[in-house]
């Protein structure tokens, strides 16, 4: 289809040893097979944030794991065709009483009030990825949170709260007219209110690794329409 840049919206899976090299290396193989395309990486909370603090990053904070393969620092914002993007990742792993700090675990995945503040400082954003959700988006996640289907502790969901809290005051303020998500392994598309006076936002939310609706093409000549590619 001619696209040459890819956005990736967290749990892209850097991670340690020689399964996360080899991954990375056919990835990188893979991208060089499809025409020199590229992939930006909105990172999520199932990374490895010490091996990624140790990555030297380039002038635009970028972080190149791979020439082809770009870690997108908190927050990271860019202009494509004439829309203002901007890149908060990112998220609280509710699960974080079952995991390991170190090993499968990172307290930096969490958005910082620091990083929300600055992202909020460059104004609107037209085009806004993350990996965690603001409240009040997407219905089938909005029941997820509401219901708790798992049935995370109270600690979990806790500090999935914060993170979440955080994720809110961001959109907030500055009121994407899309904004686009993982984290919630789930296929859905809504509204976002942005209060009286305001025109309301697109909010995507996307299915996971290895099953449809994980795919789209967000077309810059109509970016109310998602296409579906897999």
């Known amino acids: 289809s001619g696209i040459k840049t890819v956005f990736q919206l967290g ?6 040893g020689p399964w996360g090299d080899k991954y990375l290396s056919k990835l990188r193989a893979q991208l060089e097979t499809c025409g020199d395309m590229r992939i930006f990486v909105t990172l999520g909370n199932h990374e490895n944030y010490d091996l990624i603090d140790q990555m030297e990053s ?14 997108l620092p908190r927050p990271f914002r860019f202009t494509q065709g004439s829309y203002e993007f901007l890149s908060l990742g990112g998220a609280p792993s509710i699960n974080y009483e079952d995991l390991t700090m170190g090993k ?10 620091e990083e929300v503040d600055l992202a909020i400082s460059g104004g609107p954003a037209d085009i ?15 029941d997820i949170i509401a219901h708790n289907p798992q049935g995370w502790s109270g600690a979990g969901t806790m500090y999935a709260r914060v993170g979440r809290d955080r994720m809110t ?8 007219q899309v904004f686009m998500h993982g984290h919630f392994h789930e296929k859905d598309s809504g509204w976002l209110n942005y ?29 109310y329409s998602l296409e579906e590619a897999w």
Do not use: C
């Not at 749990?11 to 340690?16: A, L, N, P, S, T």
């Not at 904070?61 to 791979?66: A, N, T, V």
């Not at 806004?128 to 909005?142: E, I, K, L, S, Y």
């Open 169 to 176: 005051r961001a959109v907030q303020a500055v009121q994407p």
């Open 104 to 113: 499968n675990w990172w307290p930096q995945e969490q958005i910082t009030d």
């Open 195 to 223: 209060g009286e006076g305001t025109y309301p936002g697109v909010i995507h939310s996307i299915h996971m690794n290895g099953v449809p609706h994980n795919i789209a093409i967000l077309d810059l000549e109509d970016i």
């Open 128 to 142: 806004m990825f993350a990996h965690d959700a603001p409240d009040n988006g997407t219905r089938v996640v909005n």
């Open 58 to 71: 380039d002038e635009l904070g970028i972080k190149w794991p791979r020439h082809n393969i770009g870690l």
């Open 11 to 16: 749990d892209f899976g850097i991670w340690h």
